[in-house]
């Protein structure tokens, strides 16, 4: 718990900076406007945080984002009365991509960042085929009202729910505390009567359900979704999840670390916008910035 | 049947080869002419030298992300800066530097090399787009000419020095404890190998591996661009994996994985010339990679049952 709390210490230091330098950084607006940009690495890094708890990763997040952000949109053809529909589809495809994911890593042995990868290629390429490069009759729709709507405070209803759902999972439910003792030691799991490949799919799944979901997000916030949608919150969901304390050798961390996590990614990149630094120093500072947060609480053991 | 996975590379670059051979003769009616295995060497020779830094990290159970950063910052340096030979020492020490402070911050600052790498990459990429803000800058006709030349095999050279320059490493003490080390760091560091001198090393030569790889970037795309480096984090990890580089350390060879690049480079022009839809080219180089992987992983099983 101690690393959360580092988490919280990280994001609030970054707003009081913020505020210290820009008089109404950190108010209602301005927190709302950051908070609902942070939701959609919040989002993506729930599911990657699932499989960095086991000990895996997950480099399929860009294309199943942007797979379903496509498939939502051309589902739902912008009217409200498909959209619970389209929504099921599109968080369909993110289901299947992890659950084929999770079988490639569990069942046949293949390396959880060659499988992903993998699967990231073959969504890419799939999106990118049947929507014929974003070019096809129904690629032009817009997402429904109701989603478009939920901006900002819904989506950040939807963001503490997810966050809720995730928390009371994994430290309530059995469920939960088989992710640890698989994150801790799969032997030892195992031995334990835990199911790991089971535990091992189901994250995966996990992971793919919640890709999607930022993905659908996304397009909600932005209308439409384009081509590469996905492609910053690959690292940006590694980075979340490490910033929140989450140990990456697995069995460690909370989501209330990724969500200060999030929250102190966006203000850091906020806060350099807002001091008008150019992209390159905004990219240098940035990855300081999570260097210090490393060198601070994500060191691992020396060897004596 | 002994150690089929370590030479999984060579054969998928074999099985690649004859896709690419019958599927280029039934396209065009004749087989690949000089230029076209050339122009394949010359496009293929950056992933090489970068596959080659990557496997030498993975073979330590590390990985490297931070390849596209010091690609991208030593191709904007070689297309600004270079103006003839003697600057090319300029980019392959600041490739170097960037591989020494990766290892630093793995080997001192013990911060899971997968975390250290996501942590340098943006800041490798700023210092490239502070280089190079706009794609652009040239490299001399001379360097060209003894690089990447398009009518002469000099590619091939570099190729051979490369892959000799890996065989002699791993014969020496160094690349034994790179193996070592890979195995099992616990065993290494009690029988005395200096596990944190040979993983700063191991960085170290990636970065180096990277500035080669962008100087033959440049040199055969005749220009340079800040965001050139970030595809090769991805195809890099691909290749060491097709390769037979085990990810968990110790297994492998850097010539498996210059003949996973190989194969990588081979597939792309195989759809090519299948008529399969540039759109879809993702899709089956996933294919291509988990399906090369699974086979490698069957062999292992199969190794084991017997």
Redesign the interface.
Known sequence: MRRVLYAFGAAGGVLLLGTILHPGFASWPSLQAMLVVASFTGFVAAGQMLVVLVGG?D?SIPWVLNGAAIMLTTTALGQPGRLPYALLVALAVGAAAGLANGL?VAW????A???T??????????S??LS??LTCATCGSYAPEPLRGLFPLGALLVWAGVALLVTVVLTLTTFGRRVYAVGVNPRAAYLAGVGVRGVTVALYTLSGVFAALAGVMLVGYGGQPSLGLGDPYL?ES??AV?VGGVS??GGRGHYAGVVAGALTLVAVTTFLQAQRVP??????????V??VI??AY??????D | MRDLAGRLGYLVLAATAVAYLAVYATGLGRLPTAFDYLSILNTTLPLVFVAIGQSLVVLTGG?D?SVGGTVSLCVAVTAVAVTGFEQLPLVLAIGTACGVVNGL?VAA????P???T??????F??????VL?VPGGSIPPQIRAVLTNPDLPTGLIWLGLAVAGWLVLRRTRFGMRVYAIGSD??AA?AVGVP?ERVTFGVYALSGLCCALAAVFYVSTTTAGDANAGAPFI?TS??AV?VGGVA?TGGRGSAVGAVAGAAALALVIDVLFFAGI?P?????????F??VA??LG?LAM?LRRAT
């Open positions: 990763i480099l490639g046949l042995g293949v390396p960042v060659v499988m990868l993998g699967m990231n290629g073959v969504l890419q390429g799939l990118l085929g014929k490069g690292f590694i980075a490490v990456i050798l992209e390159y120093g905004r990219l240098m500072i940035y990855g300081l999570i260097l490393l060198l994500g060191r691992t053991r020396a060897h | 990985i992300l911050i600052g013990r911060i899971a997968i975390l250290a996501l942590a340098t990459l943006p800041i990429t700023g210092a490239a787009l502070w803000p760091a616990g560091r596990v991805l990890i691909a994996v990810f839809d759109l879809y080219q993702a899709l089956f180089q996933g294919l990679l988990v992987v699974m992983s099983l």
